[in-house]
C-alpha cells in the first residue's frame, strides 16, 4: 500500500455537500442551556460566514416564524442576504415537503446539519436522512438543547446511527484545507479572525506583529 498527498473522501469540500441551518430562533434560544446563547450565536455567525463564502449549497429553515418561534438570527441571515427561509409546522425538518424539494434540487448526497434544538430539530432531520441513504454531518457546537445531558444523549444517538459530529471552526477549516489556497485565504483568516475566539486574537496578533501568513 503506497501513500498518496490526496485528501481523504470523508473530509467535506465546498462542492460536495448541502449546508441545512435550523430553527436558530429567538423562542428555541430562550431555553437553550447546553451552551451560551452568545457562543452559540457566535458559531451558528462562523459556519454561515464559511459556507457563504465558500458558495456551499445551503438551506435556511424555520419553525413557526411569525406565530411563534420569531426570526431566525441576523448573524445568519445577513451572510445570506436575499436568500428565501423556509418555514414549517413540523419539528423534524426531514417531513416538510419544501425542504425535501430543496434537498432534491440540489441533488446532494451529504448534508451537514447544525441548529436548535439536538434532541429533536437534529435528531428527526439527521436520523431520517441516515435512513434514506443520505451522509450525514453535525455541527455539534453550532447545536444546543434544553441541558447538557440532552444535547449530549441526542448526539449520542445521532453518532451511533451513523453521523459524524463536528465542530464550526473545523468546518471553516475543513473547507479551506490548505493555506496555499489563495484565493480563500483572506476570507477564512478574515472569518477566523472575527468569530474564531482565541485562534482568531491569535492570527490578528501574529498578523499584525509580525506580518505572518501561513501559506509561507
Not at 413557526?64 to 445568519?76: L, N, Q, R, T, V
Not at 428527526?124 to 455539534?140: N, W
Request: net charge negative.
Amino acid at each position: 500500500m503506497n501513500a498518496t498527498p490526496t485528501p481523504g473522501g470523508q473530509l467535506v469540500s465546498p462542492a460536495d455537500h448541502t449546508l441545512i441551518m435550523i430553527d436558530f430562533q429567538s423562542q428555541m434560544s430562550f431555553a437553550t442551556k447546553s451552551i451560551d446563547t452568545t457562543l452559540l450565536r457566535n458559531n451558528a455567525a462562523l459556519v454561515a460566514n464559511a459556507a457563504a463564502g465558500f458558495n456551499v449549497s445551503a438551506i435556511l429553515t424555520t419553525v413557526a416564524e411569525k406565530s411563534f418561534s420569531g426570526p431566525m438570527y441576523d448573524e445568519i441571515t445577513d451572510a445570506f442576504p436575499g436568500k428565501a427561509l423556509l418555514d414549517r409546522t413540523s419539528m423534524n425538518t426531514w417531513e416538510d415537503a419544501a425542504v425535501i424539494d430543496e434537498v432534491n434540487r440540489i441533488g446532494k448526497k451529504r448534508l451537514v446539519l447544525c441548529g436548535l434544538w439536538t434532541s429533536v430539530c437534529l435528531v428527526g432531520p439527521a436520523l431520517s436522512a441516515l435512513d434514506q441513504g443520505f451522509e450525514v454531518y453535525v455541527i455539534a457546537d453550532a447545536c444546543g438543547d434544553i441541558s447538557g445531558e440532552a444535547h449530549d444523549r441526542a448526539m449520542d444517538r445521532m453518532v451511533q446511527a451513523g453521523a459524524r459530529p463536528m465542530t464550526s471552526l473545523q468546518y471553516l477549516l475543513e473547507l479551506q484545507r490548505d493555506w496555499a489556497r489563495v484565493e480563500t485565504y483572506d476570507m477564512t483568516t478574515g472569518i477566523a479572525r472575527k468569530f474564531g475566539g482565541a485562534y482568531g486574537l491569535g492570527i490578528t496578533y501574529a498578523k499584525r506583529m509580525f506580518a505572518a501568513s501561513e501559506g509561507h
